[in-house]
């Protein structure tokens, strides 16, 4: 495989792993939606929330410098 084969398999792989992110902070913040609609303590939902967050933010900052911002080209999805 050449190398313009295998940055596109990372890329494909960047961008799956920024997609899972994406799904565990929707899945996080609907956990949150409902703690809140029973009445019950969400702080440790909140924080885990945040650390989500945090992680995606990092990850897709080290994406866009890696691969000069243009991680999403390509694929007609970003």
Do not use: C, N, P
């Not at 596109?8 to 799904?23: M, Q, S, V």
């Not at 949150?32 to 900052?61: M, N, P, T, V």
Request: proline share 0%; charged share 35%.
């Amino acid at each position: 495989m050449d190398r313009e084969g295998l940055s596109k398999i990372k890329r494909a792989e960047f961008l799956a792993r920024l997609e899972a992110l994406e799904r565990l902070i929707v899945e996080q913040e609907a956990r949150i939606a409902s703690r809140h609609a029973r009445g019950w303590d969400s702080k440790e939902s909140e924080r885990r929330l945040e650390l989500l967050r945090e992680s995606h933010r990092l990850y897709q900052s080290a994406l866009m410098h890696l691969l000069g911002g243009d991680f999403g080209a390509g694929d007609g999805d970003t």
